[in-house]
């Protein structure tokens, strides 16, 4: 079964250092969101990529943050100068696209812990 | 801004009892999804619904979307051990944007 897929599966980082958060979508999805998830809080939306920009983003997606999808396969999160407030559980997400094709199918998610 | 509340936050239930959870949106929302993400995975989809008053059926699962589009709920008849988790709600405000609900975590005891 198709399955969206997450590198790495933990990431440990400095406060103000840059991180790549990488996921390789479900082939023939055209619709790709970054969420986040806080220990033991609710899943939060960040950004939805649609046709090589972004559709929608929310308040937490500032300009340290950027989306890209470098190739035909990757789509990537940046997170420029992170902060201690950035660990969280962030999970990548696909689907097919089209207004009634919106069932989301989540990779296993990055735990990204800032120190 | 926008919110999605569910209610109760926990819930612990004997095997065999039913089980509720429900889902508030603060505004009215174009369609709801439910998910549920077992501890320590990631949110899988169960279901969409789009119908203002619409009800769908998923074996021992119920899920209802309200009249006004602005709440939601998923009933569980005699809940089994399998369905240990978080229950959230996913109301649609935008284009390709979901607001997730704050989740109910279910504990089912043996």
């Known amino acids: 079964e198709p399955e969206v897929t997450q590198t790495p599966s933990h990431q440990v980082t400095q406060m103000g250092q840059e991180v790549i958060l990488r996921c390789v979508p479900i082939?023939?999805?055209?619709?790709f969101y970054w969420y986040r998830q806080i220990l033991g809080q609710k899943v939060e939306f960040l950004v939805s990529?649609?046709?090589?920009?972004?559709?929608?983003k929310s308040e937490i997606f500032d300009d340290q943050f950027s989306v890209e999808r470098p190739d035909g396969s990757n789509f990537t999160l940046k997170i420029r100068s992170t902060k201690l407030e950035d660990s969280a559980m962030y999970f990548c997400?696909?689907?097919?696209?089209?207004?009634?094709?919106?069932?989301?199918?989540f990779g296993q998610g990055t735990r990204l812990t800032v120190v | 801004g926008q919110q999605v509340m569910q209610i109760p936050q926990y819930q612990h239930v004997q095997e065999g009892e039913d089980f509720t959870t429900y889902c508030n949106s603060s505004?009215?929302?174009?369609?709801i999804q439910w998910y549920k993400q077992r501890p320590g995975g990631h949110p899988v989809f169960l279901i969409q619904?789009?119908?203002?008053?619409e009800v769908k059926k998923q074996k021992r699962l119920t899920f209802q979307f309200g009249e006004a589009k602005k709440n939601s709920s998923l009933h569980i008849t005699a809940t089994q051990t399998t369905d240990v988790g978080t229950y959230f709600c996913?109301?649609?405000?935008?284009?390709?944007?979901?607001?997730f609900g704050t989740g109910t975590r279910l504990k089912v005891l043996a």
């Open positions: 997400a696909s689907s097919e696209g089209g207004y009634m094709n919106t069932e989301a199918f």
């Open positions: 082939s023939n999805h055209l619709y």
């Open positions: 990529f649609y046709n090589n920009e972004i559709s929608e």
């Open positions: 505004t009215t929302l174009s369609n």
């Open positions: 619904l789009v119908k203002s008053g």
């Open positions: 996913a109301g649609r405000t935008g284009t390709y944007k979901y607001i």
